[in-house]
């Protein structure tokens, strides 16, 4: 079956610019996650929604990022303003359940979108 | 906060030979503890896992053992192929919440 699709797979940002990456979860799954991974690290947490809602952004670096889920299914991830710190690889990963429901469910991921801003 | 930390950073075997990556965690309460495979271009993918009522994991060439009471958890993969090159990252929940913390990863290599 298909799996989490994500695009565009690359994307070149001027500074300044906004940017908006897609996330399209396994269909059916609750919950959505969005993580930075910076060249040479591992993933790191930015946002969660259960179904439409968000239920957690502690991991967003600054309030120039935003995500939605407004129908449960499709998610985007929005960056205003982009700075060259931004630059990194955006993965979207979705599981069956919501957190609480089953602790520990199988996060299943995108390829990511890979950002540049020059 | 939460830590994962990951070893080695990097590691080259040959084909045949076993492999081992270690990692620790912080916080005591975490209670599941997976292992992304990650290709390049490409998002991780889950080899593994653990969950903290269960000490080892076998699935055919790959291992996880969890030690509790170190806290910290082990991959071993053997008679390693050189398909298996690629970088392995371990990641836990932290209490009992499912979003996970990654170590930093660990780059295999396996030469023919």
């Known amino acids: 079956g298909a799996g989490v699709s994500q695009s565009p797979r690359y994307k070149v940002a001027k500074r300044g610019q906004d940017v908006a990456l897609r996330c399209d979860p396994i269909?059916?799954?609750?919950?959505l996650f969005w993580y930075q991974q910076a060249l040479g690290q591992g993933p790191e947490f930015l946002t969660y929604f259960q179904n439409e809602a968000q239920l957690d952004k502690s991991g967003l670096p600054s309030d120039r990022f935003f995500a939605e889920r407004p129908e449960g299914s499709v998610s985007t991830l929005k960056i205003q303003r982009t700075q060259q710190e931004d630059s990194a690889v955006y993965l979207c990963?979705?599981?069956?359940?919501?957190?609480?429901?089953?602790?520990?469910?199988?996060?299943?991921f995108g390829p990511g979108t890979r950002l540049l801003v020059l | 906060g939460e830590n994962v930390e990951q070893h080695p950073s990097t590691l080259s075997v040959q084909e045949g030979d076993s492999a081992v990556i270690k990692c620790t965690y912080s916080?005591?309460?975490?209670?599941?503890f997976p292992w992304y495979k990650q290709e390049l271009g490409k998002g991780p993918q889950l080899i593994i896992d653990?969950?903290?009522?269960?000490g080892e994991k076998k699935d055919q060439r790959i291992a996880v053992t969890l030690n509790k009471t170190a806290k910290h958890f082990s991959l071993h993969i053997t008679e390693t192929q050189p398909e298996d090159s690629a970088v392995y990252f371990c990641?836990?929940?932290?209490?009992?919440?499912?979003?996970?913390?990654f170590g930093k990863g660990t780059m295999l290599l396996v030469s023919p």
């Open positions: 990641a836990a929940t932290f209490s009992g919440y499912s979003t996970l913390t």
């Open positions: 269909s059916g799954h609750v919950s």
């Open positions: 653990i969950r903290s009522n269960v």
């Open positions: 916080d005591s309460a975490s209670n599941y």
């Open positions: 990963a979705s599981s069956l359940a919501g957190l609480a429901s089953n602790p520990g469910e199988t996060q299943y």
